[in-house]
C-alpha cells in the first residue's frame, strides 16, 4: 500500500509542482484511449485471446476484432451468449465469456472493437490469392456459388451483419467455412454456399481474404 497524498503534505513551495504534475498525469489519462475508454469486459476477458485493439497474434484460430462491423460483434455475442452459436471453439471458448455480458456490455465492447483501425495482414502472400479473388468477386456458376463480395462488399469490408473479411486470419477464416460446410455452425445465408465449395476453393478464398490489406 502507498500513503495517499493530499497537497496538505507538502510544504507551500512545493504545492505548485504537484498540482502541475496532477495535471499532466490528468491530462495523458484522458487522452488516452487505451486507459480511458476500454470496457471492463475488454480488460476483464476479451483481451486475453484477441487483445486489447483486437489486433492478436499469438493464436492462429483467434479472429482478429479490431475494425469488424458493430452490428456483426453484437450479434455474434449475443448468439454466444444465447448458445446458438454452437461450433467447437463457441462452445469452449466464448460461451463462458458471453454468459455473463449484459446488453450494455455487448453494446460497449461491439462498439469499442469495430471503433479501432481496421485489421492489416502481415503474412507474405500465399498459393492460391487469384483464384480465391475470383470466387470472392464473380462467384463459381458451375457449382452454384454466387459472388461472396455481394454481402461482404467488393473490398471485404463487410456491412451491417456481414462481417469484415479483408485482413482476416487465414486459419479462422477456413476453420469457419469447414464448420460451416460440415453443418457444425448454423447459419442459414453462409452454410447452403459453404456447402457448395471444396477444400482447395475455402483455402483459396482464405489466402485471398487474408491478404487484403497486407502491411505494406
Known amino acids: 500500500m502507498y500513503p495517499v497524498l493530499s497537497s496538505n503534505s507538502f510544504a507551500p513551495s512545493q504545492k505548485k509542482g504537484v498540482i502541475c504534475i496532477t495535471a499532466v498525469a490528468l491530462a495523458i489519462l484522458g487522452a488516452s484511449p487505451a486507459l480511458a475508454q476500454v470496457p471492463q469486459s475488454v480488460h476483464q476477458s476479451c483481451m486475453i485471446c484477441h487483445g486489447q485493439t483486437g489486433e492478436n497474434t499469438i493464436y492462429p484460430i483467434v479472429p482478429r476484432l479490431n475494425g469488424q462491423q458493430e452490428q456483426y460483434l453484437s450479434w455474434q455475442l449475443n448468439q454466444f451468449k444465447k448458445h446458438t452459436r454452437s461450433d467447437q471453439n463457441a462452445q469452449i471458448y466464448m460461451w463462458p465469456v458471453a454468459q455473463s455480458l ?97 477444400n482447395r476453393q475455402m483455402q483459396d478464398v482464405a489466402a485471398y481474404l487474408s491478404g487484403l490489406d497486407r502491411d505494406q
Not at 464473380?138 to 456491412?159: D, E, K, L
Not at 451483419?161 to 485482413?167: H, K, S, V
Not at 469457419?176 to 457448395?196: E, F, S, W
Open 102 to 198: 449484459d446488453k450494455q456490455e455487448i453494446q460497449s465492447v461491439a462498439k469499442y472493437y469495430a471503433a479501432q483501425s481496421p485489421m492489416h495482414s502481415a503474412s507474405a502472400p500465399r498459393s492460391g490469392e487469384a483464384a480465391g479473388k475470383q470466387i470472392f468477386l464473380q462467384g463459381v456458376a458451375s457449382q452454384g456459388i454466387p459472388a461472396c463480395m455481394a454481402c461482404h462488399a467488393v473490398n471485404a469490408t463487410g456491412r451491417g451483419i456481414f462481417p469484415r473479411l479483408a485482413g482476416q486470419r487465414y486459419g479462422y477464416i477456413v476453420q469457419q467455412l469447414t464448420y460451416l460446410h460440415d453443418g457444425n455452425r448454423v447459419n442459414p445465408i453462409m452454410q447452403p454456399v459453404a456447402k457448395k465449395l471444396t
